[in-house]
């Protein structure tokens, strides 16, 4: 750990710690894990078949109530998506500096 991650550690720490115990954390420090990348790849991939699946359905539906439901889970899904591939491209940046 350098010297940066170590100081951003310390100011996260609570002040109000009961001397005896492990240290607690007032943030949530900015780290994504290769196990944390690996879940979020698997998110990706689960909300863009779930997108995929629900505008499928939407194509073949006849009935419009059902058709507005399954559109709504599609952009629903696209959302989820987004924000997804939003989230790991900002922890990529924040890698690189």
Request: charged share 15%.
């Amino acid at each position: 750990m350098n010297q940066q991650q170590m100081n951003t550690s310390e100011a996260n720490l609570n002040p109000n710690q009961v001397p005896g115990q492990a240290p607690t954390m007032t943030e949530v420090p900015f780290v994504l894990t290769t196990k944390d990348m690996s879940y979020l790849s698997d998110m990706l991939s689960w909300n863009l078949l779930a997108m995929k699946k629900a505008h499928f359905f939407a194509q073949q539906c006849q009935d419009k109530e059902i058709k507005q439901a399954l559109e709504g889970a599609c952009n629903m899904h696209q959302r989820h998506y987004d924000k997804l591939l939003q989230h790991m491209g900002s922890h990529m940046n924040n890698k690189t500096h």
